[in-house]
């Protein structure tokens, strides 16, 4: 039985959790959804990796079993079936041809977690350097290469247990029909377009987990200030006239960076300075 299997393969401690689980009264489809291999160091801070090979969401599975959840934990699905995006979009990878996975970083203060959406942004753009690749940053958290999106990241806090989870979902192996089809909001790319050859998924996953944990520590040791200073040797808005969509409705003005706690600055006609915690935005062309 498919249970067994992956039981056999857990570690004492995940035995032991799953035991409490069934005890508490967790049902057997609960213990089923759990992961398919557990393979200890090789998540952040020598943490576990979860690996899924068919998951609907890593950011789901990580909000609903945190309690189940490890500082540094990576929940990794070969296959996302149903991806979140912001703002409630569905992040699209077919087939098993995007990295998409969550990591579970605990913080000590709730300041710090747009930060580590930002941090992990940096990683991504440090993944893509490292296979050659130049990418930028879009506010609040887009890595883009040649204008188009090739990442984004969606990080859900769990205050009762002062974890955030941080998913990444990098476009990896699609084709330029892939992307077509895929029909996604804003013009994207993969890596496979960018650099003309197919990718090994486990080789990328462990250079982003190791620039993931290089970022976090960083960002734990000497605060946001890093973070944000260095986001704007790649932000990809710079200097650019923008329109920010926000539930109190589109406002027009001139990116100004971001404030130490990675608002969105925003000058808008009047001189005047406004700040935005979330919205989606977009560049425009200056219309005399
Ligand atoms: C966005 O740009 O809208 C954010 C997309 C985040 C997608 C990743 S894929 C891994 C993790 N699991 C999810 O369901 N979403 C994130």
């Given at each position: 039985?498919?249970?067994?299997?992956?039981?056999?393969?857990?570690?004492?401690?995940?035995?032991?959790?799953?035991?409490?689980?069934?005890?508490?009264?967790?049902?057997?489809?609960?213990?089923?959804?759990?992961?398919?291999?557990?393979?200890?160091?090789?998540?952040?801070?020598?943490?576990?990796?979860?690996?899924?090979?068919?998951?609907?969401?890593?950011?789901?599975?990580?909000?609903?079993?945190?309690?189940?959840?490890?500082?540094?934990?990576?929940?990794?699905?070969?296959?996302?079936?149903?991806?979140?995006?912001?703002?409630?979009?569905?992040?699209?990878?077919?087939?098993?041809?995007?990295?998409?996975?969550?990591?579970?970083?605990?913080?000590?203060?709730?300041?710090?977690?747009?930060?580590?959406?930002?941090?992990?942004?940096?990683?991504?753009?440090?993944?893509?350097?490292?296979?050659?690749?130049?990418?930028?940053?879009?506010w609040?958290?887009?890595?883009?290469?040649?204008?188009?999106?090739?990442?984004?990241?969606?990080?859900?806090?769990?205050?009762?247990?002062?974890?955030?989870?941080?998913?990444?979902?990098?476009?990896?192996?699609?084709?330029?029909?892939?992307?077509?089809?895929?029909?996604?909001?804003?013009?994207?790319?993969?890596?496979?377009?960018?650099?003309?050859?197919?990718?090994?998924?486990?080789?990328?996953?462990?250079?982003?987990?190791?620039?993931?944990?290089?970022?976090?520590?960083?960002?734990?040791?000497?605060?946001?200030?890093?973070?944000?200073?260095?986001?704007?040797?790649?932000?990809?808005?710079?200097?650019?006239?923008?329109?920010?969509?926000?539930?109190?409705?589109?406002?027009?003005?001139?990116?100004?960076?971001m404030?130490?706690?990675?608002r969105l600055r925003l000058?808008?006609?009047?001189?005047?300075?406004?700040?935005f915690?979330?919205?989606?935005?977009?560049?425009?062309?200056?219309?005399?």
């Amino acid at each position: 039985m498919e249970v067994t299997s992956k039981f056999s393969s857990y570690s004492k401690f995940a035995k032991v959790q799953f035991v409490k689980r069934i005890r508490n009264g967790g049902s057997l489809k609960e213990v089923k959804n759990m992961p398919d291999k557990i393979i200890k160091g090789e998540g952040l801070w020598n943490g576990r990796l979860l690996k899924f090979n068919t998951l609907e969401s890593t950011n789901v599975w990580a909000v609903q079993h945190i309690d189940f959840c490890q500082n540094g934990d990576v929940i990794w699905a070969v296959r996302q079936t149903m991806g979140k995006g912001r703002l409630s979009r569905v992040w699209l990878s077919p087939d098993d041809k995007g990295l998409t996975l969550s990591v579970v970083v605990e913080f000590k203060n709730n300041r710090i977690i747009p930060a580590v959406n930002f941090a992990a942004a940096l990683a991504v753009n440090k993944t893509l350097k490292m296979f050659s690749l130049k990418g930028s940053l879009k506010w609040p958290n887009d890595v883009l290469v040649r204008g188009r999106k090739i990442a984004g990241i969606l990080s859900e806090a769990k205050p009762e247990r002062n974890f955030v989870v941080v998913g990444i979902g990098l476009n990896v192996n699609m084709k330029k029909s892939d992307i077509e089809s895929a029909n996604f909001s804003f013009p994207a790319t993969s890596m496979l377009i960018e650099i003309g050859r197919p990718l090994e998924m486990d080789i990328l996953r462990k250079v982003l987990v190791s620039s993931l944990e290089k970022n976090i520590d960083s960002l734990f040791i000497h605060g946001t200030k890093v973070v944000i200073d260095s986001w704007e040797k790649y932000d990809w808005l710079s200097g650019s006239l923008i329109e920010i969509d926000t539930p109190a409705g589109v406002i027009k003005g001139t990116y100004n960076g971001m404030d130490e706690q990675g608002r969105l600055r925003l000058i808008d006609k009047n001189g005047c300075e406004n700040l935005f915690w979330s919205g989606d935005v977009k560049k425009v062309v200056a219309v005399d």
